[in-house]
Structures are given as C-alpha cells and as structure tokens.
C-alpha cells in the first residue's frame, strides 16, 4: 500500500483538488481483500433533485430534464460522477447566474464524469442541468427486474391490461431513469414534475403541489418531497387509479387502486392509520413523513416496495378472495420501512439488515399486537424454518462486506433478522429494547447508519455490553445446531439436562429460560449456554414431568429435543404457547396408534388458534387402507369434528380443510355438508366442497362448475378446472385452456397433470396444438426452476396419446415441443 505523509498530502490537497478522489481509487485498487465492497465515498452529496419527465409509450423511452443540486462533502473537488444507465445524454450544463454553461462530460453508458467549471469548496453548492433520454427497455446486460422504469402494455396489445408506468429503485435501479448518485448513502429532497395524458393519475413521493392542463390534451403534475431521503426510495406511478383517500391524526392516507379493485381498497389498506398508530407509538417517534400512499400496479417484478410516502405492491384482491388471506402482513412490513429504511437508511448494502430485518421484526409486531401472541409465534416459526432451510444459512452473515450484486447482501436479512431482533427484544425486555429504537431513529432521523449504531443505541438504553451478542448474531455466520437430552436420578433428586451445540465452528452464547413442570407447579430457571457442551443440573422434589428449553420460543436455533412422547402430551396441554403446541402435534403426528398421541390431535382440531387446527387436520391419518384399529378410534372421534369445522369455523382455511379431509372418505353422508359449503362467499370452501361432490357424483359436479364459471378464484377456478379436465370434453376445453394460460406457475404446476390428461382426449387438433404450446412455454419459461423433465413427461404422453388418434400433425408438435425445451437454455 503507497504511504504518504500528512505535510505532503496537505501540499497536495492546496495544490490539486482533483487528488483527493484519485487518491481515494488508488487506495481501493490496492486492496488487499478480493470481493471486498467499501461504502460509497461520499466527493459530493446530493441537496435537491428536480425532475421534469414526459413519456413515448410507443417506443417506451422517458423524456427527463433535471436540475440537480450538490455540494463537494469534505475535500474541494472539479469533477462529478453520476450514475446514468443505458440513457442518451443531450446536455449537461451548469447553471451559473440563472444561465446554463455546457460542461465536459464522457460516459460509458453506466456512468457520467463530470468535468465541472471550478473548484467547489464544501460550503459551496452547485446546480446541473441535464437534458437526457431513458430507455430502460434496451438495457443491456441487465435482468428485467433491474430495469428501474416499467411499461405496462403502452400499445394497447394486452386485453384486459390496463395501461400504467410505475418504477422500482432499490437496490440501484432509479439511476435507470434519472441521473443521481445511486447509493444509499446519499439523502437529497426532491421534485418531480409528470407530464401525462390527462385521463391518467399520477403518484410520487412527498405532496401533489400542483397540477396544470396542457394545450396537447396533457396533465403536468408536480409533487415535492421536502424531506431528504435516498435516490433509490424516488418513485413514480402513472395510470387510471381511483383513491380512496383516508387519514391519520390529520395526515392523508391514499389507496390508489385499478377502477375494477377500488371498491375494495379498505377491504385491503384499511389497517393502515391503526397500524400507524401502533407503530408510532411502541417507538415514540410518530409517523415521520407529510402523508402516506398505496399504489397497486400490474406485472411488478418486486413484490412491493417502501418508496418513501408512497409503497408499490404488485397484488390486488376482491372481497371475496381477501375472505381467505387470513393475514397477511405484507402492507405493514413496508409501513415499517418508512422508519427502519425510509427515516433511517441503511449506509451501504451491507448493512440492509437495519432495513429488511426491522421491517421483517414490524410484521411480528403487529400480528402480535392485531391477532395475538399465537399468530405472531407461528410468523416466527415459519420464518425460521425458511432461514433454516436456506443454502445461505450457515455460510452468510447478516452484515457481509463481500458479494457481488448489491442485491445480494439481502438473502438472510429477511428470516434471520427479524427473528434475531426478536431474540435480542425478548433478552432485554421490552421496555429497554424499545428505549433502544427510539433512541437510534431520534439519533440517526434522516440520516444514515451502521449496525453497531444500532448496537451503540441499546447499550444506550439498556446499560448492558452487547458486543457479545451483534458479533456473534450479525458478523458471524450460521447458528447453533442444539441436541438437548435428559437424566432423572431418584436417588439424588437431581435432573440433568445436556446439551450439545453440534454446529461447525465455535460456540454461541445463549441465555436460554427452562422452565421445569411438576406437581402442578412451574419454576423458571434463566441459564447461559457458552460451550459447545453444557451440563445443568436442578434440583427437584419429583422427576419432572416435563422439562422445556427454551421455554420462550424465542431462540434462532436447529432443535433436535430428546423428549419422551408423554413429555411432549403433556407439553401441549400445560405449556402455554404456539410452539409448545406445534412441537406436540408434530411428534403425536408420528405416533397416531399411540391413544396419548390420539388424545393430542383431538384437542388440537379444537386448539383455540386456526393455524394449529388447520395443522392437525393435515396431519389425520383418514384413509381406510392405511390405518390399523387404533387409527380407526382416531378417525371415528375426528370425523364429528371434522364435519363440525366444515361447517362453522370462522377460519375459511380451516373450513377448506376440513371438506377436503372429508373428501377422502367419500361418504355420501357428506353430500349435504359440501352442498351447504357451495355457498361460501370463499372460494376456498367453494372450492373445497366442489371436489367433495366430485368425489361423490362428477355429474353433478360438473353441473355446479358450470354455475361457477362466471365469479371464480383460487382454489374454485381450480377445481372447476380439475372437473372439467377429468370429465369434460370440448364444450369445456376453452374455459380450462383460459385459466390454465393465465394463471401463476404455482397453479399452473398443480392444474398440469389434468390439463395434460384433457389435451390427450381432444378432438381438434388445432385445440391440441394449443395445449401442447402451453405446455411448451412452461417447460422453456421455468427450465431454471425445473420444470422442463415434468412437461416432456406429459408430452410424451400426449404424443402416443394422440399417435393411437391417428393426429400425425398434434404427435409431431408434441415431439417439436421437447425438442424445443431441451435445446433451451
């Protein structure tokens, strides 16, 4: 590494301003560590960012003129580097005395250097103006969910589309569509102006200031953002939207919503203001910005986003399909973005963990406080199973210095994170934990900051060192691997618990509650765990009936826990929580000839949560043909109940179960069951009953799918389209070939067999060869997920099928089609 004293590089700094940041690239090119990402230098920071853009739908391209504010940050600097992709750049100029000086400029397609007028000390801002052309669509080298600026169906080709713009920044996407320094740790406010054809609404950050009709049959609509926050939070979304506009303590709260859904925008946002109430006040900073947006949009290739002021989700939902989400707390994972992301920003991407965990922890939050503790619990255990059976579970950290796309650093944040800030709530109690927040959010508002910011700030508000805890949960990788045993001893009153970290690699320090049942009574013990190998010993009057580690469910763990099948029936009826019960129905699940397992999946079809209930009714062994005496004493107990729950759960999923459960029985006494079912509002239970009165009469069946085939969803349209592809003919062949096409990939994996099955019997070809191209599209579309062996199976039966017809030409194309797959890359 080139060394240079601080006399001479003071000299130099006088002398050549333009060394400061050659120096900086210098230092980074001989960097001893390959992979390594340095935060972004910061030679000049974004002030204010002003934006005049119009659109060409035809040829997809955004017309931007922007006036960029900056100043040089610390070091006096000539030059600007801004981040421009695949754009044409027109002019650049500096605006000097309210007149625009062209600048020298070069630009690789990637990037703008920046020769500027003079030298700009610190204190000195300057403004740019910068006349381009966008042209996302022609990227090069660049997957399609990092095209920053999308067009949905400007031509008018797509039926039943409507026509939007909308954009997605994150994670340096927005630099696509506006020149900017795209990095997290820059904060400018903002201006945008959007020239549209009037009948379209238009959405961006920060306030609607104005709007002007234009001469052309065009709407200027300008919106400022007067509060700082990053170039990748910038949004814009354009299209026919109805708002349904709500409030907050005064503040607007908007649904932008497509004409057909807007009837159903509260059905789906309506939580906001209370969940914004709850927020602001667990962390004692209220909603931070001047309003807050939902905008729902076509072909979103991010899910959603938490675009300061204005979140973009990519589904909308009926009434009646919103019956059976349950919850779903999606909307309040990018609500708490717009403190943990939007307020405070992470500094690079390496630190995403301080957004994508908090909002990840801000889902756990609100189930618990909206739907209770069981709810909560069960969000924990299913994102734990998703971080447990990640390929990047014991290799990735939370905070990694070293990837390759800026995207890649999120992985784990998700799972990992928001189960980690849980733990690290649960050890030091509530009141602290949240002190913590409060204190890092007031300390950092508007600004950036790193994970052992946050750290600073609970030991702020705790008191308490956490080194141990952020080293081993943030910088380092994996998780303890926990093999828990057990040993009474009569003679000495004693129980001994082992346990055993089987992981790779070090030990981790866990303080673990264990809780110890006997005589009625319960008694807590709060335990460390610093070696791989640590032995407890309690004393007790009687051998415990059961003795639970972990007895707050809090740990982010692999368990494997050597209990006894009577300790696990006693777990679930005295130990009071989700994952107490969960654990118990799992083991009785694998033991249903043991009446004490029977006893646990009983009361479990009766468990006051609806994810438990649902669970145990997935688990019954129903089938004649599989079960012994013992199975029959659990199927007659469960077959009351579950007619019970088809019928009056409040929980649509449950019910749905429930009939389907029935359905394997294929008793007629059930007919009215499924036929009362028929008239659920969900079309789940639909759904459900529909293959209940297949099983039993497929004439009839057929005869209610047709009832249907004008208000269908979900799980109905499938089973419509499962009675038609079984017992159907051609009369029903467009409706299943319809829904097949555009359905998503998951329905479209379950539907295949009896779409396949269906394309074998036809008798035009023309309708065949259709079929066999849908088959096709799947097998090239998701070769990458697998799905190229299932449908050159299918083909290959479709080809003999439709040889035996004599269909030459269908058999060919069947053959065609795998060719075309497997030569597909």
């Known amino acids: 590494m080139r060394r240079i004293s601080a006399t001479l590089l003071c000299g130099l700094i006088l002398a050549n301003v333009l060394f400061i940041p050659l120096f900086a690239q210098d230092l980074k090119s001989e960097f001893p560590v390959k992979g390594y990402h340095e935060t972004a230098p910061r030679i000049n920071d974004l002030v204010h960012t002003k934006l005049d853009v119009r659109f060409d739908y035809k040829k997809r391209y955004l017309y931007g003129k922007e006036w960029v504010t900056l100043r040089p940050h610390f070091y006096p600097t000539d030059t600007l580097r801004l981040d421009a992709k695949g754009m044409e750049i027109h002019t650049i100029a500096i605006i000097k005395n309210g007149k625009s000086v062209p600048l020298h400029f070069s630009y690789d397609s990637l990037s703008l250097n920046i020769k500027l007028n003079k030298i700009y000390q610190p204190e000195e801002a300057y403004t740019l103006y910068i006349n381009y052309t966008s042209k996302p669509e022609e990227l090069k080298g660049r997957k ?9 169906k400007p031509d008018g080709a797509e039926k039943d589309k409507p026509t939007q713009i909308w954009t997605l920044g994150e994670p340096e996407n927005n630099s696509a569509w506006f020149p900017t320094i795209d990095k997290p740790n820059q904060k400018t406010t903002g201006e945008i102006s959007i020239t549209t054809l009037s009948k379209y609404t238009t959405l961006s950050n920060g306030r609607l200031a104005s709007q002007k009709n234009n001469a052309d049959g065009t709407r200027t609509d300008t919106w400022k953002m007067e509060l700082p926050h990053s170039p990748y939070l910038f949004m814009m979304a354009v299209g026919d939207f109805k708002i349904y506009k709500d409030s907050w303590h005064g503040k607007e709260v908007s649904y932008y919503m497509e004409p057909k859904y807007a009837p159903y925008a509260k059905d789906m946002f309506g939580l906001v203001p209370e969940a914004m109430e709850f927020f602001s ?49 999606g909307i309040e994972h990018e609500l708490f973005h717009q403190w943990f992301g939007d307020y405070v920003t992470a500094e690079s991407w390496s630190n995403i963990t301080l957004n994508e965990s908090f909002a990840d922890f801000g889902e756990i939050i609100w189930l618990e406080h909206k739907y209770g503790k069981d709810a909560a619990d069960e969000h924990v255990q299913q994102g734990l199973q998703n971080y447990l059976g990640s390929s990047d579970a014991r290799t990735k950290s939370l905070v990694t210095f070293y990837y390759k796309n800026p995207k890649d650093p999120f992985g784990i944040t998700y799972s990992k994170g928001g189960r980690i800030l849980n733990m690290l709530r649960n050890y030091l109690g509530d009141a602290a934990f949240y002190k913590g927040l409060h204190i890092y959010l007031t300390t950092y508002a508007f600004k950036n900051a790193e994970v052992p910011q946050l750290r600073i700030a609970m030991e702020e508000a705790s008191g308490l060192d956490l080194n141990w805890f952020f080293n081993q949960w943030y910088y380092g990788a994996g998780h303890p691997e926990l093999n828990i045993s ?91 929580l989700y994952l107490d019960r969960d654990e118990a129905i799992e083991v009785a699940a694998k033991n249903q000839s043991e009446k004490g397992a029977r006893k646990v999946l009983i009361a479990a079809l009766k468990d006051k949560f609806p994810g438990l209930r649902l669970k145990a009714i997935g688990v019954l062994n129903m089938k004649h043909e599989d079960i012994r005496n013992a199975d ?23 019910q749905a179960a429930a009939i389907n459960t029935l359905s394997v029985l294929k008793d007629p006494v059930n007919m009215n069951v499924f036929k009362q079912a028929l008239n659920s509002q969900s079309y789940l239970v639909a759904g459900a009953a529909l293959n209940g009165i297949i099983q039993l009469d497929p004439t009839l069946g057929m005869t209610y799918a047709k009832s249907f085939e004008n208000d269908n969803e979900g799980a109905l349209t499938q089973a419509i389209i499962s009675v038609y592809a079984t017992n159907g003919g051609e009369a029903q062949w467009p409706f299943v070939y319809n829904h097949y096409k555009e359905a998503n990939f998951q329905d ?36 990458g997920s697998g799905a190229a062996p299932y449908m050159i199976k299918f083909l290959n039966t479709i080809k003999e099928q439709r040889a035996k017809l004599n269909d030459t030409i269908s058999a060919k194309a069947a053959n065609d089609a795998i060719q075309q797959i497997n030569d597909a890359k």
Do not use: C
């Not at 013990?525 to 010993?537: C, E, F, G, Q, S």
């Not at 051998?543 to 009577?566: G, H, M, S």
């Not at 067999?753 to 799947?778: H, S, Y």
């Open 632 to 654: 029959d004493d659990l199927r007659n107990a469960a077959i009351p109940i579950l007619i019970e729950l088809a019928k009056t759960d409040t929980n649509t999923q449950v």
């Open 486 to 576: 057990y040993k009474w001893d009569d003679t000495t009153k004693t129980e001994t618990v082992y346990l055993q970290q089987a992981q790779d690699g070090i030990p981790f320090v866990l303080p673990v509650a264990i809780d110890l049942y006997a005589k009625g009574s319960k008694e807590r013990h709060k335990v460390w765990l610093r070696n791989k190998a640590d032995t407890l010993i309690f004393k007790a009057a009687s051998k415990p009936d059961l003795v639970n580690v972990d007895a707050d469910k809090i740990l982010v763990t692999k368990k494997t826990d050597n209990k006894t099948l009577e300790e696990y029936i006693f777990q679930y009826f005295k130990a009071p």
């Open 748 to 783: 479209q994996v379950h539907l295949t067999m009896r779409f396949a099955g269906m394309i074998g019997r036809l008798t035009q070809p023309k309708e065949v060869q259709n079929g066999i191209d849908e088959l096709k599209q799947l097998g090239i579309n998701y070769k």
């Open 144 to 152: 399609n969910n990092e095209h920053g600026l999308y067009f949905v």
């Open 281 to 329: 006040k667990t962390l004692g900073v209220d909603f931070p910005w001047n309003k807050y947006a939902e905008v729902v949009v076509r072909d979103y290739v991010g899910g959603a986003m938490e675009n300061t002021t204005a979140a973009i989700f990519g589904g909308q939902s009926t009434k009646r399909e919103l019956i059976d989400s349950w919850y779903n707390a």
